[in-house]
């Protein structure tokens, strides 16, 4: 019944590493999003996608870059990790042919960054 | 610039008390308002919305555009309440859906 897949719920990390975290949705949903969570803070929007290939940035991109090759994934690369970057990492979908904050979001588990 | 507080970071209340959670936006125009929640160790998840006028779980949560506010209440909380909850913005014709910070729940017994 697992419908948003996040490849990895544990990572740990160096710092200036290359970090790859991947989302898989299989409800063919055309949105896809990557937010960081952190307490005190809420939920912050990293990147968006609403297309294949297409990506937007969201509140805090700095730092990060994402990919989608196809519809089903959405990935999010840490170029260079940063100690302030551990956190935890929140894939989200949705569906809508128009992009819109009013549709329902459907998350992943999570991916928990611990950059050392 | 839209805008989401929760002011409350925690919350105790005991088992068969009513429990009420504060959000209050701020927002130009006519926004949509949500509530999500994460129970212990699962995925977050919706839990109301205040265009559906629907109470889910016992909840509810009413807009009130005069005070700018989408407070969630339920009049008896249980244990499986402990949880945390967002309260979320989405604007109009806007892709972005704002959270606040999150409040912590925790019913006593």
């Known amino acids: 019944d697992v419908k948003v897949t996040q490849s990895s719920r544990y990572l740990v990390k160096r710092t200036g590493e290359k970090v790859f975290l991947e989302c898989v949705q299989d409800?063919?949903?055309?949105?896809m999003f990557w937010y960081r969570q952190d307490p005190g803070l809420g939920l912050r929007l990293i990147y968006f996608s609403y297309d294949v290939k297409m990506k937007e940035k969201g509140d805090i991109p700095e730092g990060y870059s994402v990919s989608r090759e196809k519809k089903e994934r959405f990935s999010l690369i840490l170029e260079s990790a940063s100690t302030n970057q551990t956190s935890m990492y929140l894939c989200?979908?949705?569906?809508?042919?128009?992009?819109?904050?009013?549709?329902?979001?459907?998350f992943g588990a999570g991916s928990r960054l611990t950059v050392l | 610039a839209q805008r989401v507080t929760q002011p409350e970071k925690l919350l105790s209340v005991f088992k068969g008390a009513p429990v009420e959670l504060k959000c209050n936006y701020s927002y130009s125009g006519s926004p949509e308002l949500f509530w999500y929640v994460q129970y212990s160790r699962q995925r977050l998840q919706l839990l109301l919305r205040?265009?559906s006028r629907e109470s889910i779980k016992g909840f509810t949560a009413d807009l009130n555009k005069g005070e700018t506010s989408f407070h969630l209440k339920k009049p008896f909380a249980q244990e499986e309440d402990s949880a945390m909850y967002y309260c979320a913005l989405a604007g109009i014709n806007d892709y972005k859906l704002s959270f606040g910070a999150g409040t912590t729940v925790t019913v006593r017994a």
């Open positions: 989200a979908s949705s569906s809508g042919q128009i992009l819109s904050g009013a549709n329902v979001l459907t």
């Open positions: 409800m063919d949903h055309e949105n």
């Open positions: 205040h265009i």
